[in-house]
């Protein structure tokens, strides 16, 4: 089963862009991508998922590059709410969600 | 929007226990998932089901074991409670199987065994 790459931890200012990248190099073509997040002593969170193109919703924007072995999570204006672990995930097979470490984002006031 | 309700946010047990840990879910979702979460090791998948009476092995089933007698409501069960079981649990429910579909997951349960 494909496995992702993310960085342990990344740091943003107040209301700058944040990127978050992870790398996919065993996806499969039916992967989706998807993307979650965790708030302190709560659930893991749905933030978005895409297959091959990119993506926006209210939350955030998925690029997804064109061989799909990795993906860049842009939250556009990082707040102080936004700071959480950021899970990217791929989602192949009905039973199979792996999460790996995913990325502590850190915002600073 | 999709509530998923663990049934305790702390609980603490003995070792040997017996423990029962219940999920609820309120959008009819057909599978539902219990996971793992311990510090470095990410999310883990213990148990999973698609319909109920019906259930599958996850990535780590040992000393656990589940039940899902109607749609709503999966139960993992601690059969002896052992120290090494000391961990979040978190919930999730998913609609179809789709692999776009999201899962949805309870706020869990943080479970010592003393």
């Known amino acids: 089963d494909a496995k992702t790459t993310q960085p342990n931890s990344m740091e943003s200012n107040e209301e700058e862009p944040v990127h978050l990248p992870c790398n996919h190099s065993?996806?499969?073509?039916?992967?989706?991508i998807h993307w979650y997040r965790q708030l302190p002593s709560q659930g893991p969170e749905y933030v978005i998922h895409?297959?091959?193109s990119n993506v926006n919703n209210r939350m955030a924007s998925l690029a997804i590059a064109e061989d799909r072995k990795s993906s860049t999570l842009i939250l556009h204006r990082a707040t102080l709410r936004d700071a959480a672990v950021y899970y990217c995930?791929?989602?192949?097979?009905?039973?199979?969600?792996?999460f790996g470490s995913g990325t502590k984002l850190n915002v600073k006031p | 929007d999709v509530k998923v309700t663990q049934s305790s946010r702390y609980l603490v047990k003995r070792t040997g226990e017996k423990v029962f840990l219940e999920c609820v879910q309120d959008?009819?979702?057909?599978?539902m998932f219990w996971y793992r979460q311990d510090p470095g090791l990410g999310l883990r998948l213990i148990y999973f089901?698609?319909?109920?009476?019906?259930?599958e092995k996850g990535d780590i089933p040992e000393g656990y074991s589940v039940s899902r007698e109607k749609k709503e409501r999966f139960s993992l069960i601690l059969e002896s409670a052992s120290t090494n079981q000391t961990s979040m649990y978190l919930c999730?429910?998913?609609?179809?199987?789709?692999?776009?579909?999201?899962?949805?997951f309870g706020d869990g349960t943080r479970l010592s065994i003393l």
């Open positions: 999730a429910s998913k609609p179809g199987q789709g692999g776009y579909q999201p899962q949805h």
């Open positions: 065993t996806i499969s073509g039916t992967d989706y």
């Open positions: 895409g297959l091959t």
């Open positions: 995930i791929l989602r192949g097979n009905f039973n199979k969600f792996y």
């Open positions: 959008m009819d979702h057909e599978n």
């Open positions: 089901s698609y319909d109920v009476k019906m259930k």
